[in-house]
């Protein structure tokens, strides 16, 4: 029978596509933006269609949702703060190894993002989550490694940037659910909505501040660069808007172990958009993705 509790799974998935394409989009605007500066855009340019989200959500729902309560803005502010440091750290690692294996590294955060969630918010998994986790994350350890080296994880510092930011990316998932169920009454669409425009205001406000400060000429780059900033901030926003969805229903480490599905898009955009061929080490653990993920959303 049908369940709102279950539309975290299509949420996810929809998230999941829309981060890939996000993603590609900032690694082609690091090259004249800087990693701050394509960090930015998502913010900048996403906070404004935020904003058009919670008012076609308000405008439906006839909900007004009133001041955030004190407890909204620790979690908020873990959230939105890790992600910009997870973003840039992401970046950076990007243009020193594969699109591919970067994300690999990224979505070691299932596990990290279980462990977070048990300490923070008391999300408990069952052992069958638990096991779906740590398969489909031994399926990213195996996409990740180097094909025809004796080193597991080749290059150290692109190596440390992207587990470090899978890491700060699991902190910021839970920061967020964290945020989203502190939102008093209303559904569950209003509070994800309402902590996505807080976040991204946040976020904008801080980068901004920041570039304005010690890097102004990025800040004019930016603007000179509105028209694919502005596609990619719709496409972060709207990407955004489903996690928040998804984290709205159920524990973040459920959301982030089925976002593991995105090293499958990440896979196919880099071998049919920028060029990157696929080892058969990669292919290989793409299978144990789908099985953890498979068994995650069966149990």
């Known amino acids: 029978m049908f369940s709102v509790t279950t539309l975290w799974i299509p949420f996810t998935i929809v998230a999941a596509l829309g981060q890939v394409a996000r993603n590609a989009m900032q690694r ?59 973003t840039a750290m992401m970046l950076v690692a990007m243009n020193q190894r594969s699109f591919v294996v970067t994300t690999a590294y990224i979505k070691t955060e299932a596990i990290q993002t279980a462990i977070f969630g048990f300490i923070f918010l008391g999300d408990h998994l069952t052992i069958s989550k638990v096991i779906a986790i740590l398969i489909a994350t031994s399926g990213v350890v195996i996409t990740a490694l180097r094909p025809g080296t004796s080193k597991a994880f080749a290059d150290l510092r692109p190596t440390l940037m992207g587990l470090g930011a899978g890491a700060v990316f699991a902190l910021a998932a839970v920061g967020f659910r ?69 984290f709205a229903l159920t524990a973040a480490a459920n959301v982030r172990t089925l976002a593991l599905v995105e090293v499958l898009f990440a896979q196919a955009v880099a071998y049919y958009s920028l060029k990157q061929p696929l080892s058969l080490r990669e292919m290989s653990g793409t299978v144990l993705i789908v099985i953890g993920v498979a068994l995650l959303v069966a149990v």
Do not use: D, H
């Not at 800087?34 to 919670?54: E, M, Q, V, W, Y």
């Not at 308000?58 to 001041?67: D, M, N």
């Not at 939102?183 to 991204?200: D, I, K, R």
């Open 178 to 246: 964290g945020a989203v169920l502190t939102v008093p009454g209303g559904s569950f669409v209003t509070a994800a909505t309402y902590t996505l425009v807080w976040g991204l205001f946040v976020q904008t406000l801080v980068l901004s501040v920041y570039l304005r400060w010690w890097a102004p000429g990025v800040l004019k780059a930016i603007l000179g660069l509105w028209r694919p900033s502005l596609f990619a901030g719709f496409i972060g926003a709207f990407a955004s808007q489903f996690w928040f969805l998804a």
């Open 28 to 86: 082609a605007l690091t090259g004249p933006l800087g990693t701050s500066g394509a960090t930015n855009i998502r913010f900048l340019f996403g906070f404004p269609f935020s904003l058009l989200f919670l008012a076609g959500v308000l405008a439906v729902t006839g909900e007004r949702p009133s001041w955030p309560v004190a407890a909204f803005w620790p979690w908020l502010m873990l959230g939105a703060c890790s992600q910009i440091l997870a």
